[in-house]
């Protein structure tokens, strides 16, 4: 069983920062590829990024190129999303997911989410 918790969201302003984690509890988290996905209201879930198991290969959104930075460190068993540049179209509930099979594309399935966690960017 995966849990994950996300935290780290707010309001921020354009062209401001944030920085989102997920909190892992599964003892194996080096072993699972990591993403981030949002859902805008009124708007289907998107992918954001993914990184692989050991950080050294990451793929993301068009949409983000640029301007967000996915990491992870294992040893805290945390994932992170430096989101900088934020843009209003940024504004969505941000969700963590994990899949314990490799391969970063954002149409592969992933098992385990976390519960969600809010950014606001204002204009």
């Known amino acids: 069983q995966v849990q994950l918790v996300e935290s780290g969201g707010g309001t921020v302003q354009a062209g401001g920062s944030l920085r989102l984690s997920c909190a892992a509890s599964?003892?194996?988290?080096?072993?699972?590829?990591m993403g981030w996905f949002r859902q805008a209201p009124g708007k289907e879930r998107e992918f954001v990024a993914a990184?692989?198991?050991?950080?050294?290969?990451?793929n993301y959104a068009d949409s983000v190129k640029g301007r967000f930075t996915i990491s992870r460190d294992n040893a805290k068993v945390t994932m992170y999303l430096q989101m900088n540049s934020l843009k209003p179209e940024d504004t969505a509930v941000y969700y963590c997911?994990?899949?314990?099979?490799?391969?970063?594309?954002?149409?592969?399935?992933?098992?385990?989410w976390g519960q969600g966690t809010q950014v606001t960017v204002s204009s």
């Open positions: 997911a994990a899949r314990a099979l490799p391969g970063l594309s954002g149409s592969y399935a992933y098992p385990y």
């Open positions: 990184i692989n198991w050991n950080g050294h290969s990451t």
């Open positions: 599964v003892r194996t988290f080096s072993s699972y590829t």
